[in-house]
């Protein structure tokens, strides 16, 4: 792997208050990687820093090879693409590509058929042909984006920033282009750096997923590892594919205001407990149930079953009874919302291809079950 970009210890306060702290960060080269995390968590000021719009107040960054905090953001030679555009409004969408190339103070490019070439074969390249003399207001939300990544790519950098690019395009559109932007990124063979607020986008995006967690790196490996073994309850509950908890370890069981929940025999446990002990974040709480305890017992909407109230559970499962709420149909799925005994809703996903679940009678008494080897216990 050649890695592009190494953060070292990279820590921003605004007013005394931390942004970012601490962050170890070496990005390969020619990849996709994804940042997500909740509001505030520090995304956009990380990639302010590596652009250079910020300076880190600890460490070092370093591109492709040199260090380059301290440097103005002008000359780091690093791209990057925002959520508003801001396209210039007098300029077509050919103008508005060109623009930055004629102007950079390093190297700019001033003979006409140079540009003219490098202008159309980005324009190509982002799916723009037959669009260059229109002006940026007589075109699409979508197109707008495709003339500021364009106009970010002409300039050939090495490494792109993006952040929340699809947040202004409709639901349709966004998914269309996470597909483009993949294909136009492996196409160049640059490194893509893209923060975003949605899970869905960082797992499907990314070759790589960032979790940022208060600032901090929360886990830093393949979106399918993140996805599977979420490294605290805190990425858990950003990935939004999570029931979590609260409770204590004790001995074979985890001990919940539901009652001991008994874990899998020895070997088949999933524990994360080499994890710190998850702090309860401000105004969640209610999500994982009474604050007692200082484990969190994680398990997948998508691995519970609804069953029978009366039935009888396997050796290696738990069966729960909890209150059925409401359902949401979602197309290729079903999430159903159950109330337990001791208050918490938990979710539970249901994949309309293995069959239709069963009809489910509000404010009526089902079984949840899970394996006991589904669960993820940090304690
Ligand atoms: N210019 C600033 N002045 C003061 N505080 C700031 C400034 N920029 C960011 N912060 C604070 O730093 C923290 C991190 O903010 P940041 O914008 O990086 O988060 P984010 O993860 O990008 O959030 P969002 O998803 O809401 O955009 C927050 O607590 C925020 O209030």
Known sequence: MTVVLTLNDVSKTYGGKPAVSGIDLAIAGDSYVSVLGASGSGKTTLLRLIAGFEEPETGSIVFEGERID??????????????????????????????????????????KAELDRRVAEVIRLVGLTGLERRGV??????????????????????????????????????????????????SLGVTFLHVTGSETEALTMGDRLIVLDDGRIG?????ATVYAAPASPAVARYLNAYNLIRGSRSGASFVSALGPLPLAASGDARSASSNPPPSAPSGTSSNLGPAAADGVYAIRHDRIEVRAPESVPGADEIMVPARFVASEYGGASMLSFFALDTGQIVEVEEH????????????????????????????
Do not use: C
């Open 137 to 186: 207001s007589q075109i699409s939300g979508g197109q707008r984006q495709r003339v500021a990544l364009a106009r970010t790519l002409v300039t050939r950098p090495r490494l792109v920033l993006l952040d929340e690019p699809l947040g202004a395009l409709d639901a349709h559109l966004r998914a269309r282009m996470r597909d483009e932007l993949r294909q136009i990124r492996r």
């Open 70 to 111: 301290g440097t103005p953001a002008h000359e780091r030679g690093i791209g990057f693409v925002f959520q508003n555009f801001a396209l210039f409004p007098h300029l077509d969408v050919a103008g508005n590509i060109a623009f930055g190339l004629v102007n950079r103070r390093r190297d700019p490019v001033r003979d």
């Open 352 to 379: 309309l291809s293995r069959g239709m679940p069963l009809s489910l009678v509000p404010n009526s008494r089902y079984g949840l079950a899970w394996k006991r080897d589904a669960a993820i216990v940090y304690a």
């Open 219 to 223: 886990q830093f490996a393949a979106p």
